[in-house]
């Protein structure tokens, strides 16, 4: 009878936690899983997510895909190491440090990492992340957590939606920069052709500039607004177990 425990793990995450040693059978091999990770982003980082693939890391390394399965068996464990290796290790909190300040820190942090390589965003998220990196950084979200009364399962649940949110709005700052014509044609497109009757809202905020304040990093502006308002509300769900 086999158990959970017996049961074989998949590829990738043996290959994630090293269980693995990628190209030791046969002659030696003039490559690494890390050379092969590190020319995947390069490659992705100069030509975007979707020019991914084996034979194209290989190129990028001066090898023949073949070479590649000794080390990667699938485009698809490929992308799920990348999915750790991109996202690297989690900011060094100070022990002691107050939940807030650290948790603000955290998601400031993942916002600033997925920023690097956008490309990032593209990958499919087709079951949690299993890697060395990302339970690195949920276990530095959790700890952040550790001093208060919130029980563990919503310790998590407060973790995992702040993460989401970062994942969230750095995927909305990416897309929108990438399709937007400029804030000026946004709004000299709005007032040609909303009706103030039906968008009264609207109309006011675009006759008030709002769309157009200099002074605002709208990336990262909205990104913090939304940030210290989720921060907001986490702070007084803790007070509610401090009753």
Do not use: C
């Not at 060395?132 to 979200?141: D, F, H, Q, S, T």
């Not at 973790?159 to 014509?181: C, F, K, P, Q």
């Not at 946004?186 to 157009?212: C, G, H, K, M, Y």
């Amino acid at each position: 009878m086999t158990t959970s425990d017996d049961a074989a793990l998949p590829k990738s995450v043996e290959l994630l936690w090293r269980l693995d040693q990628p190209g030791g059978r046969g002659p030696k091999r003039g490559l690494t899983l890390d050379q092969i990770l590190e020319a995947a982003i390069e490659v992705a980082d100069t030509e975007g997510y979707a020019a991914l693939s084996m034979n194209r890391v290989a190129k990028q390394l001066g090898f023949t895909a073949m070479s590649l399965y000794r080390y990667v068996d699938s485009k698809n464990t490929l992308v799920e190491l990348l999915l750790d290796r991109v996202i690297g290790e989690p900011p060094h909190i100070p022990p002691g440090t107050p939940w807030r300040a650290a948790l603000e820190f955290w998601a400031r942090s993942e916002f600033e990492v997925i920023g690097r390589h956008p490309w990032w965003l593209d990958i499919p998220l087709k079951a949690p992340p299993m890697g060395p990196n990302n339970m690195a950084w949920l276990e530095a979200g959790l700890a952040t957590l550790a001093d208060t009364p919130v029980p563990e399962p919503l310790r998590l649940q407060l973790v995992m939606n702040l993460s989401l949110y970062v994942i969230g709005r750095r995927w909305a700052a990416r897309d929108i920069a990438e399709g937007a014509g400029g804030e000026e044609d946004f709004t000299a497109a709005l007032q040609r052709v909303l009706d103030p009757q039906r968008f009264p809202a609207i109309v006011s905020a675009l006759t008030n500039r709002a769309f157009e304040q200099d002074d605002i990093d709208w990336e990262k502006g909205d990104f913090e607004f939304g940030l210290a308002r989720m921060l907001d509300g986490y702070e007084t769900l803790i007070r509610s177990f401090e009753r």
